[in-house]
């Protein structure tokens, strides 16, 4: 049956969200060409086009050059403490919180993975307990996909003291249990965290290219700061990622 042309291209994008979601496009996945949606719902390319855009601008579907229009939907990743436990970060072999969450949707994690030694920005400088203005520490930066689809942009900072010529300092492969079992093995156990969240900001040119998305998609900002027994501030992560990928959950007493 032919869809309405006044408001067609919102029936449209229901019905394909509707079949993303359900798995029938799955994530990772290329749609049907433009013409071959228009003939499946009776409709005209325009609409099938404008129900593309809307599809886009939700973060479901994301247009690549010379590839068609990949299926880009992920449910929202659950960002808690929890995360963070050794035998999640660690199950079946995992590396990292990012992976053993990732295989968890039955998706394939990719890690992207350069290391420098690096002057740390003065609010990174000043947790990790180094001096200003100097080039003493190693920066881990992680592009991180699922199925192909990047989600995150990781910025991990550690003092060049504890992390020259060690695993950290390793471009691949990836560290089974992450950078907290690598830092534990060093002698640098972390047992707290300290957390602080942007909710919403407008990405910068270099993280809308690196996350593939429109410049107007919102992201969320995660710094995380790993302390040892003794208080010490050995880990500082940046994490940025898409807003619609993310949701957070805290438990926490209540006196």
Known sequence: MAVSERHGFREIAAKIREEIVKGTYPTGSVLPSEPELAERYGASRSLVNRA???????????????????????????????????????????????????????????????????????????????????????????????????????????PLEIAEGTVLEEDGPVIVGGVKSALGELGYLQVSAVERIIPSRLPTEAEANALEISPERTVVEIAHYGKTAKGRVVEVTVSVAPAHYLMAEYAFPLS
Not at 67 to 85: E, K
Not at 135 to 151: C, E, K, M, T
């Open 52 to 158: 593309m855009q809307v599809l886009a601008a939700e973060g479901l579907v994301r247009p690549r050059q010379g590839r068609g229009t990949m299926v880009t939907w992920l449910p929202p990743m659950l960002h808690s403490p929890a995360r963070y436990d050794q035998a999640t970060r660690e199950n079946k072999g995992a590396r990292g919180a990012f992976d053993a969450e990732v295989r968890a949707l039955g998706l394939e994690p990719q890690h992207e993975i350069t290391t420098e030694h690096a002057e740390p920005p003065s609010e990174i400088a000043e947790a990790l307990g180094l001096p200003p203005d100097e080039v003493n520490a190693l920066v881990r930066r992680r592009r991180l996909l699922a199925s192909g689809i990047p989600v995150r942009l990781n910025a991990s900072w550690f």
